[in-house]
């Protein structure tokens, strides 16, 4: 310290012939730059400081106008102090410019939410460089990068990935309006099918089952569903083998269960694990399709 101030002195007396002093050190020990009476240990009057180191880039702290601020050629970058990794940062409120007058390049993400989102994974994880190894929840960037490479930044010195999840938003708004959009088509159609039941007094209560020889597929109860429902129907004795079939709309098969019993048979079918749409279900018996109908899930 005693040779930072001595060399400080030298430079004062040196400045001093010039005219006008540009650093002023007072008795106790406080150092002034463009101002002679320093309140504190060191005391700058200027509207812009740099801290420069050869071969970096320089970093700005700002003081001018209203919003001071710190200012480099490209990001700033905390790291900790004994240089394990990097520092949390802990604030009220984070903005992101996005001013249109700023902007060029400008695509839409429409009708590209659900399929980008469905191509990323949520993890939870700790950081190898924490000794409390609190847990984490977020997404590796290097699997991130292939899906939402925009998202995802390198840093110049550790070489390590890191994310804007900010960027990964606008694809979540979007997802959510094309869910929207599918939700309101199916709601639409249900209101339709009520509507028809009520104009034609059609129920969707199951006909009593009649003891006859030949097989028969009841429409499931309830129907539409939206936790599950029961698919009823008659094996006769002369059966072999029994199998119910369930389709998506697609014609995609769904689900198989066999049938073992005879007579009057239910299957519960759980329709939680199911998303929201037109099923079918089929009853095949001694290889032979006996029949199929249709059933709806709303969720």
Same mark, same amino acid.
């Given at each position: 310290?005693?040779?930072?101030?001595?060399?400080?002195?030298?430079?004062?007396?040196?400045?001093?012939?010039?005219?006008?002093?540009?650093?002023?050190?007072?008795?106790?020990?406080?150092?002034?730059?463009?101002?002679?009476?320093?309140?504190?240990?060191?005391?700058?009057?200027?509207?812009?400081?740099?801290?420069?180191?050869?071969?970096?880039?320089?970093?700005?702290?700002?003081?001018?106008?209203?919003?001071?601020?710190?200012?480099?050629?490209?990001?700033?970058?905390?790291?900790?102090?004994?240089?394990?990794?990097?520092?949390?940062?802990?604030?009220?409120?984070? +903005?992101?410019? /996005?001013?249109? *007058?700023?902007?060029?390049? %400008? @695509?839409? !993400?429409? =009708? $590209?939410?659900?399929?980008?989102?469905?191509?990323?994974?949520?993890?939870?994880?700790?950081?190898?460089?924490?000794?409390?190894?609190?847990?984490?929840?977020?997404?590796?960037?290097?699997?991130?990068?292939?899906?939402?490479?925009?998202?995802?930044?390198?840093?110049?010195?550790?070489?390590?990935?890191?994310?804007?999840?900010?960027?990964?938003?606008?694809? +979540?708004?979007? /997802?959510?309006? *094309?869910?929207?959009?599918? %939700? @309101?088509? !199916?709601? =639409? $159609?249900?209101?339709?099918?009520?509507?028809?039941?009520?104009?034609?007094?059609?129920?969707?209560?199951?006909?009593?089952?009649?003891?006859?020889?030949?097989?028969?597929?009841?429409?499931?109860?309830?129907?539409?569903?939206?936790?599950?429902?029961?698919?009823?129907?008659?094996?006769?004795?002369?059966?072999?083998?029994?199998?119910?079939?369930?389709?998506?709309?697609?014609?995609?098969?769904? *689900?198989?269960?066999?049938?073992?019993?005879?007579?009057?048979?239910?299957?519960?079918?759980?329709?939680?694990?199911?998303?929201?749409?037109?099923?079918?279900?089929?009853?095949?018996?001694?290889?032979?399709?006996?029949?199929?109908?249709?059933?709806?899930?709303?969720?």
């Amino acid at each position: 310290m005693k040779k930072i101030v001595l060399f400080l002195g030298m430079i004062c007396i040196l400045l001093s012939f010039s005219g006008f002093p540009q650093i002023k050190v007072i008795s106790n020990g406080n150092v002034g730059i463009q101002t002679t009476e320093p309140a504190y240990k060191l005391d700058i009057k200027s509207i812009e400081t740099r801290s420069y180191y050869p071969g970096k880039n320089a970093l700005y702290i700002n003081h001018n106008g209203i919003d001071p601020r710190i200012c480099s050629n490209d990001r700033i970058v905390f790291y900790k102090t004994d240089a394990t990794g990097f520092s949390k940062i802990e604030f009220q409120a984070g +903005l992101q410019v /996005a001013d249109l *007058e700023l902007m060029e390049n %400008i @695509v839409s !993400l429409k =009708n $590209k939410g659900l399929a980008t989102i469905s191509g990323i994974q949520g993890l939870s994880f700790t950081y190898k460089n924490d000794k409390l190894k609190r847990k984490e929840s977020g997404f590796i960037a290097q699997e991130l990068e292939s899906v939402i490479p925009e998202a995802v930044y390198s840093n110049d010195t550790t070489k390590s990935k890191s994310l804007s999840y900010n960027s990964i938003i606008p694809y +979540l708004v979007e /997802a959510i309006k *094309e869910q929207q959009i599918k %939700i @309101v088509d !199916l709601t =639409n $159609k249900l209101t339709e099918i009520e509507e028809l039941l009520d104009k034609y007094k059609l129920f969707t209560a199951a006909p009593p089952t009649l003891k006859t020889k030949s097989a028969r597929l009841d429409q499931n109860v309830p129907n539409p569903f939206n936790q599950e429902t029961w698919l009823s129907c008659f094996i006769p004795d002369s059966a072999n083998s029994s199998f119910l079939f369930t389709y998506n709309a697609d014609g995609g098969q769904s *689900e198989t269960y066999r049938i073992n019993g005879k007579g009057d048979q239910v299957v519960i079918l759980d329709g939680n694990s199911l998303n929201s749409g037109i099923y079918f279900y089929s009853l095949v018996v001694d290889g032979k399709v006996v029949d199929t109908k249709k059933m709806i899930l709303v969720k």
